[in-house]
């Protein structure tokens, strides 16, 4: 179990002492805060007290990304042995941490559908993108309708308000805010609805200050488009390893035609769960820097590959399970239906079939290697729930904004349209890898100099490009 939250080999006996040191409970909260006297849920909390009280700060709550991922471990992995930088928060600082409602060990509900199975391999035809559209609308209707009391208080907005019961039954007169990815956008609806109650906030990978799911996609897909460009340059400055290519134009055309070409003929492994088609080669495009090594290895792989089994970088990075992937006996990392609910409440775009067909074909046609990775960009329609969106309002309150210049999970200009939106000073941190800050240990250390004095530099490097 220990092993499945991703703690390593040579920090089990570290995670065991912590754990020692957790103390967990449930804060009850109204499942409908607009009817306080109405039915009760609990929010699933836990707290790693200061080690040094003498030179206590405060408590600063971690707010987990998703929506829909647990955060009740989070003091523990995220801070206490993330790195020694980070470990020092809790020299000065109570970490809190909590599911969200709808996740782990707080209250929730499992939408009854069964998930579908991946899509044809191959080019995605009109035919096949409208029968991918169809399930989508009457997996959301039965999704939405199955418990619309409580899927219809999935929100950013009510999980903020639990947050701030928390906060009173804890017996604290502020939080300090660290939030990741969703979890910036959970801080920036806290702040704007409790600005009294909040102290410093550090927010990684920033959302943007709205919340419209087409807007997000089609963000997130340039973006990915870009830093394929830099990992192309990186490729051809090594042609004579991965044979991709002497200049990064060169490295683009390749890639693409290879997109092209497992579309026409997807290649089935035995030692792999689904075909390798264009989708997932443009997939392989769309990995960050952290990946580049094993990435090109796996393009090179397929340009030539023959065999009944799938290439060893192929395998190992396709073959990989995903994140949030269910491990029997472990924890919930991460709850579907919790992200689809919030998600889709909060969606005000909720295309039609030609809206979203349109879409696709101007993406692919746009990012022709990273493009197809995206399927088609068609969330929520059909979810019978009425769209809900919290107000952002500017405060005076301390806040950092960590964006990362090349990453597409959390767009680098979102940073700067939160801070147009709400205020707040930005940090920039020069590498492409979702909420890193945290676990470079020179980014770490600006986190933790910000949470004990107030003060910020005006950014860092990030997780370094491989050499």
């Known amino acids: 179990m220990i092993r499945s939250l991703g703690v390593s080999e040579d920090k089990v006996a570290a995670f065991r002492s912590v754990m020692k040191r957790l103390e967990c409970g449930t804060v009850s909260v109204p499942l409908n805060h607009r009817e306080p006297a109405g039915r009760k849920i609990d929010i699933a909390v836990t707290r790693l007290a200061t080690t040094d009280e003498a030179h206590r700060l405060g408590a600063i709550a971690v707010l987990p990304g998703g929506p829909g991922n647990s955060g009740y471990l989070d003091p523990v992995l995220r801070a206490a042995l993330r790195n020694e930088e980070m470990a020092r928060l809790n020299g000065r600082y109570d970490i809190i941490g909590f599911d969200p409602r709808g996740v782990g060990n707080s209250t929730k509900v499992a939408c009854p559908f069964a998930p579908g199975g991946p899509p044809e391999p191959g080019t995605l035809t009109k035919e096949a993108a409208r029968k991918i559209y169809d399930a989508q609308v009457a997996a959301n209707q039965k999704c939405g309708g199955s418990d619309s009391a409580f899927l219809g208080q999935l929100t950013t907005e009510n999980v903020a308000k639990d947050v701030d019961l928390v906060r009173t039954a804890l017996g604290e007169s502020k939080l300090n805010l660290l939030g990741f990815s969703w979890g910036t956008y959970l801080g920036m609806v806290y702040r704007s609805l409790f600005p009294g109650h909040t102290e410093r906030a550090f927010l990684d990978s920033v959302a943007p200050p709205w919340t419209r799911v087409d807007q997000h996609a089609k963000d997130s897909a340039d973006a990915a488009e870009r830093d394929f460009e830099r990992m192309a340059a990186w490729l051809a400055r090594r042609d004579g390893t991965y044979g991709l290519g002497v200049t990064a134009r060169k490295v683009r055309e390749e890639v693409a035609e290879l997109v092209r070409t497992y579309d026409r003929s997807p290649r089935t492994y035995t030692d792999l769960p689904r075909p390798i088609d264009g989708s997932a080669v443009a997939d392989l495009a769309r990995r960050n820097s952290t990946e580049w090594v094993r990435v090109g290895k796996a393009l090179a ?45 909060e969606d005000s775009s909720r295309a039609d079939f030609d809206t979203a067909w349109r879409d696709y074909q101007q993406l692919v046609k746009r990012h022709p290697a990273t493009g197809r990775s995206w399927g088609l960009p068609a969330m929520c329609p059909g979810w019978p729930l009425p769209a809900q969106q919290a107000t952002l309002k500017r405060s005076s309150g301390s806040l950092v904004l960590a964006g990362h210049l090349h990453e597409f999970m959390s767009v680098y200009d979102w940073t ?29 250390a600006d986190v933790v100099r910000y949470f004990e004095t107030g003060k910020i530099d005006s950014g860092c490097q990030g997780s370094p490009v491989p050499d």
């Open 416 to 444: 700067l349209q939160t801070r147009r939106a709400i205020g707040g000073t930005v940090y920039t941190v020069a590498d492409d890898v979702h909420v890193s800050t945290t676990r470079v240990p020179e980014c770490a």
């Open 301 to 345: 792989e397929l340009r030539t590959a023959t065999g009944a089994t799938a290439p060893p970088a192929v395998k190992e990075v396709l073959g990989a399970p995903r994140i949030g992937t269910p491990v029997p006996g472990a924890p919930e990392t991460l709850n579907r239906t919790m992200n689809l609910a919030v998600a889709c409440n």
